[in-house]
């Protein structure tokens, strides 16, 4: 029985309230009032924008690293100094290559790394602020709702279907049950971030691909109280080396930030060859390094998040128009992946979606030949410039970290061309060795666990990462086959679900002497790697039930 929907009507609908889509909103009405003011047809109003926002609150799942370059929010919001949650100026920066017990400090500041100009912020308390701006225009924005499935109309997307609300684990109404809407747009912009569900479908279906696949990373993040005279606010160093292998493409960060807290974390390359290998873990070692320690030490843990992010740059970018849709931000792969910043990018696209979205409204013209300005926007701005010159970078790095630098020199000095343009590449996932291993289940009593006071296991940093999911409600982790969990991934990769996910989601257990895959949904911080570093790819990533996820206070 087909379930009746609430139909409601707009003429722009943007999915995800993040730097992209708060930005898109905000210069979209920032035009109309001009446009209004001018007495110019036809009538436009920013209420017939709708915003949707997955998170309980605006910010909730906002997590980065996060250096900001002020570029794009200057031309977004002028005189942005004056009211922006800026935590600190970068004061001083530097590079290090660690070995285990050493740190070698490079000679000078690699000019990708060097941030002078630009603050250090709390990603969650910047998509506050501007959701703040976003609402004082009278645009309509809902958390806890997200985009469960596109509307096809055309060639392209009308609108999408929000998720129900009110359903049990096994797919039954409860007392509280409430349909999801059907929210149909001439607009709709998708600022989902990296791997965004009604994204990926779209691009699958409307085959936008780019010329290389896209390929990520997952960055593991804490944010520390640390003693006084530990940490220099304005301070941000980043790393190289230990605990990554020379094979593997990953790093390091401390930023320092005012009243002695500390943001610490890693990211590393979803291309690595051991399907065995656990990012979460390699990021408690790098903490154990004496030149990290020493800052840590004595310290508390506040805040734990985790998040992949788009690696592939400008030869991944699919295409961002289509029939009645745009892609924008994380979504559209406009991340600088040698500067590891995508704030900035993002919330360009953001105003160049924008206006495009305002020319098409004003010609009543959504077609794909009409929003296709929005790809000639971005190739005339300075986003194009920025990412051309790094086209080539990540790819470099897929046969590991020595043979990238190389890559990266030559690419330095040809505008991004390097030794081969384009620089092909595949999926990360496909890199996975196989084990060819037994049918027994890897022994997990040797696991990581932690001290409890400088490194921890997973699920106690879960706990600081905020997380909540109603228990009682459909499983929002969808394994496509099984039966391949069990007849395969154990003998040929391990089951590598166990060790790639941060937030021990996945376990493999034994009932009644078989295996069996259990899910810990609950514990889901929605950094999607599941869905990208699953070897068979048969691990989907949808909403769960509005408001359920991390909560990155202060991130």
């Given at each position: 029985m087909a379930i009746e929907r609430e139909k409601l009507e707009a003429d722009v609908l943007i999915i995800g309230a993040g730097p992209a889509g708060l930005s898109c909103a905000l210069h979209l009405a920032n035009l109309i009032e001009r446009h209004t003011k001018q007495n110019k047809s036809p009538a436009l109003s920013a209420e017939n924008i709708y915003v949707l926002e997955k998170g309980r609150e605006i910010g909730s799942h906002q997590l980065s690293g996060a250096i900001l370059d002020p570029s794009a929010l200057g031309e977004l919001v002028p005189g942005f100094e004056e009211s922006a949650p800026l935590d600190t100026p970068v004061t001083v920066d530097a590079a290090y290559y660690f070995t285990e017990t050493g740190a070698r400090k490079l000679p000078f500041t690699p000019p990708p790394l060097r941030n002078h100009g630009n603050y250090v912020v709390s990603l969650n308390k910047l998509v506050k602020w501007l959701g703040g701006l976003v609402e004082k225009k009278g645009i309509n924005l809902f958390t806890q709702f997200a985009g469960r499935e596109p509307i096809y109309a055309r060639d392209g997307i009308g609108g999408v279907i929000t998720e129900d609300k009110g359903v049990d684990k096994n797919g039954r109404p409860k007392d509280n049950f409430t349909p999801g809407y059907e929210l149909r747009a001439k607009v709709?912009?998708?600022a989902e971030g990296p791997r965004g569900s009604v994204a990926k479908e779209l691009i699958g279906r409307l085959k936008l691909e780019g010329l290389n696949p896209?390929?990520?990373?997952?960055g593991i993040k804490e944010l520390w109280e640390v003693q006084p005279g530990r940490s220099q606010t304005g301070y941000v160093a980043h790393t190289l080396g230990w605990p990554f292998g020379s094979h593997m493409y990953g790093g390091g960060w401390?930023?320092?930030l005012r009243d002695n807290r500390v943001s610490i974390g890693t990211v590393v390359g979803l291309e690595y060859k051991n399907p065995l290998f656990d990012p979460h873990e390699a990021f408690q070692?790098?903490?154990?390094?004496?030149f990290v320690k020493r800052i840590l030490e004595g310290g508390k843990l506040v805040r734990y998040g985790a998040k992949t992010v788009p690696y592939g740059g400008w030869y991944s970018m699919p295409r961002p128009y289509f029939d009645g849709g745009l892609i924008i931000g994380d979504s559209a792969s406009l991340l600088n992946s040698q500067r590891l910043k995508g704030i900035h990018t993002a919330i360009k696209s953001g105003m160049l979606a924008a206006e495009t979205i305002y020319e098409a409204l004003c010609a009543s013209d959504t077609s794909a030949a009409k929003l296709a300005v929005y790809q000639q926007k971005i190739e005339q701005s300075w986003v194009k410039k920025e990412l051309w010159a790094v086209r080539n970078f990540h790819q470099g790095f897929r046969h590991g970290l020595w043979r990238g630098l190389l890559y990266a020199g030559f690419q330095s000095v040809t505008g991004g061309r390097g030794l081969v343009d384009p620089l092909r590449t595949q999926p990360g996932y496909k890199d996975y060795r196989k084990l060819n291993r037994g049918q027994e289940l890897v022994d997990q009593s040797g696991r990581f666990k932690g001290d409890g006071k400088l490194t921890f296991d997973r699920l106690t940093?879960?706990?600081?990462?905020g997380t909540r999911h109603d228990e009682d409600q459909p499983c929002h982790l969808r394994v496509i086959e099984p039966s391949i969990c069990?007849?395969?991934?154990?003998?040929?990769?391990?089951?590598p679900c166990q060790y790639f996910c941060p937030a021990a989601v996945y376990e493999m257990a034994t009932e009644n002497g078989v295996p069996k895959l259990k899910i810990n949904a609950a514990n889901c911080v929605h950094c999607k790697t599941c869905d990208i570093a699953d070897p068979y790819q048969v691990i989907q990533w949808v909403p769960p039930e509005g408001g359920g996820g991390p909560n990155y206070e202060g991130m």
């Open positions: 709709t912009v998708l896209q390929v990520y990373g997952i401390i930023y320092g070692r790098f903490k154990t390094h004496p940093d879960v706990y600081h990462s069990i007849e395969r991934c154990i003998r040929e990769y391990g089951n």
